[in-house]
């Protein structure tokens, strides 16, 4: 059975203003509740301006909403990278995207992208969330965020399919390369990033995300 009340056993400190919020606040979910696509859609939409993720453990993750800073990074990171799969094909996915794992978490991403060949025959107007992990995953460090729970979900985008994820902190000047099976390399203020051979041919410039 579907429940989105929220009874006596889980709760949350009330937020005044959700702009304001300092990090992403977590309510732990009882194992009764099934949480469909239609219903972490629902519930995101009748609680705007809030975002929803879910994590394996259940836990339900509150994202507040971006800052002007983060929001025109991430658009200048996939308008880059949506100029480049006009000719390579696949398609290219912003900050709304949710995407379910294998493991029942629903993440998403600042920027993503997925190939034709494990996009398949998908409707891109299809009624629930995206069942197929994209290859790219970009993330991107807002002033609200705790850059080890950043680095965590990147973690867990790898695990669950992703074959290179870029983490970029602008407020450290840093990125941190994630691949399958290996540590994140760590690189200082990098001018480009590479899609190296998951997206080849892709170069994208990070000269205006450093301002």
Not at 58 to 70: D, T
Not at 131 to 151: H, K, R
Not at 172 to 196: C, K, M, N, W
């Amino acid at each position: 059975m579907v429940s989105t009340s929220i009874e006596a056993e889980t709760a949350v400190a009330a937020i005044a203003d959700p702009y304001e919020l300092a990090a992403p606040n977590r309510l732990k979910l009882p194992d009764c509740w099934d949480l469909t696509d239609e219903a972490l859609i629902e519930l995101s939409r009748l609680n705007e301006p809030w975002d929803f993720e879910l994590t394996a453990d259940r836990e339900l993750v509150f994202v507040s909403p971006e800052r002007p800073g983060s929001s025109t990074r991430g658009i200048r990171l996939a308008a880059q990278i949506d100029t480049w799969s006009a000719d390579a094909g696949g398609h290219v996915f912003g900050p709304h995207l949710g995407v379910r794992h294998d493991d029942g978490s629903l993440r998403m991403p600042d920027a993503a992208w997925i190939s034709d060949g494990r996009w398949g025959d998908r409707d891109m107007d299809q009624q629930g969330l995206l069942d197929a992990c994209p290859e790219l995953i970009v993330e991107v460090v807002s002033a609200t965020d705790i850059p080890a729970n950043q680095e965590a979900k990147m973690a867990e985008w790898m695990r669950n399919g992703a074959l290179l994820g870029w983490l970029i902190d602008p407020f450290r000047e840093i990125v941190l390369i994630f691949r399958p099976d290996a540590e994140p390399e760590q690189l200082q203020r990098p001018a480009t990033l590479s899609g190296e051979d998951v997206c080849v041919g892709l170069e994208v410039q990070l000269e205006r995300i450093w301002k």
